[in-house]
């Protein structure tokens, strides 16, 4: 039986909702991440990349506003905890929020989503901008 993988549901989910109502829009989805790798593949992977850097999951290229372009960092859930805005205790989620906070510093837009729901929204406020 298959391992679910809630994450890259929703990332296809998105993906093909901003393919459908968005077509002129490139989005970068980074669907290798959920593909089961060897140790070997694994570490000829991670020389690719910047080391401590945890790239969000998916790249929504179109400058809005004030932003060089939209990412998003998909999650099963809340990476949240109950106050909505304290990171819970977990070094990944840790890394990706400093990741995310770098891309903000370079000017880019950058959300933590859970729900298809979310990211739509996010989108379209942020093409508003």
């Known amino acids: ?16 909702w901003m393919n459908d ?10 669907t290798a991440a959920h ?7 694994q570490a000829r992977a991670n020389k690719l990349q910047t080391p401590r850097i945890k790239w ?4 929504v290229a179109q400058p809005s506003g004030e932003y060089a372009g939209l ?10 905890k109950v106050d ?3 990171l819970k205790k977990n070094e990944h989620i840790q890394a990706q929020s400093d990741t995310m906070d770098l891309l903000r510093a370079k000017g880019y837009f950058c959300e933590f989503v859970w729900r298809l729901e ?3 929204k996010i989108v379209n406020d942020y093409f508003s901008l």
């Open 56 to 59: 969000p999951d998916v790249f």
């Open 1 to 16: 039986m298959r391992k679910a993988q809630p994450e890259y549901a929703l990332q296809c989910q998105f993906v093909a």
């Open 84 to 86: 909505g805005v304290t």
């Open 35 to 41: 593909i089961s790798k060897t140790v070997i593949q």
């Open 71 to 80: 990412f998003l960092e998909f999650k099963a859930g809340t990476p949240f």
């Open 21 to 30: 109502k968005h077509k002129c829009v490139l989005v970068f989805s980074d």
């Open 118 to 120: 979310q990211a739509q």
